[in-house]
């Protein structure tokens, strides 16, 4: 069974602070990594990874794919307290279409 | 461009009765696919509609059923409703244009369920 784990699951820190969050996988067939942000209700879409894509860098947030150790990091640089959210991984496979298989997610608090 | 629509956005119903949620995808986007978010359980794929067939199921009670219309908008229908039920249920759109192609999903609003 698909498995995707992300750690720490609660991560509090000050505005300013660059903070890593973690995500590894177990899929069959991987095909792709996804970063969402979720603060309310819609998880808005940060980063897909994938074997051609491997790293992916917008402003402050950058994110890595090591598809040896099967896992994935997102770095946000001097934080915000805008960026306190739950941040979500997911992978998908290449056979399944469409389906998302996501992690426990992270959530992030900044404080001022 | 419009993102994804979900309505209603609350529902409160009581256990026993059914419901049905809608979702209208970003125009152009043909595959969409419906998830349950739950304090417990995190996000769950529920099932995955494209071009009005259903595509991949996840490990949900056959109380759990949807259909996709052929302008791409689809419904979920939960029937004989539980406690359990009680989530956010979130729907997301791809273009998926060809399989070999990797396509990020968007998500609407969702739809808060409240079962009492």
Same mark, same amino acid.
């Given at each position: 069974e698909d498995k995707v784990v992300q750690s720490p699951l609660s991560l509090v820190v000050h505005e300013g602070d660059t903070v890593t969050l973690n995500c590894s996988y177990e899929v069959t067939n991987f095909r792709s990594l996804l970063w969402y942000k979720q603060e309310k209700k819609a998880p808005t879409f940060l980063f897909m990874l994938t074997s051609s894509g491997i790293e992916k860098k917008s402003g402050r947030l950058s994110s890595i794919l090591d598809k040896k150790e099967l896992s994935s990091i997102l770095n946000i640089t001097?934080?915000?307290?805008?960026?306190s959210a739950i941040y979500l991984c997911a992978v998908t496979r290449?056979?399944?279409?469409q389906k998302l298989v996501f992690g426990q997610g992270t959530r992030l608090t900044i404080n001022p | 461009k419009a993102g994804v629509t979900q309505t209603p956005r609350y529902l409160i119903k009581t256990r026993g009765q059914q419901v049905t949620l809608s979702c209208s995808p970003i125009s152009g986007h043909r595959s969409v696919s419906w998830y349950q978010q739950t304090p417990g359980q995190g996000l769950q794929f529920l099932f995955e509609y494209f071009s009005e067939t259903q595509r991949n199921k996840g490990?949900?009670?056959?109380r759990f059923s949807g259909r996709q219309f052929s302008n791409s908008r689809s419904e979920m229908n939960v029937s004989t409703l539980e406690l359990g039920d009680s989530a956010l249920y979130l729907c997301a759109s791809s273009?998926? *244009?060809? *399989?070999r192609v990797n396509t990020e999903a968007f998500f609407g609003q969702g739809t808060r369920l409240t079962v009492v």
């Open positions: 001097a934080t915000q307290t805008g960026d290449s056979q399944g279409a | 490990n949900f009670p056959g273009t998926d *244009r060809a *399989r």
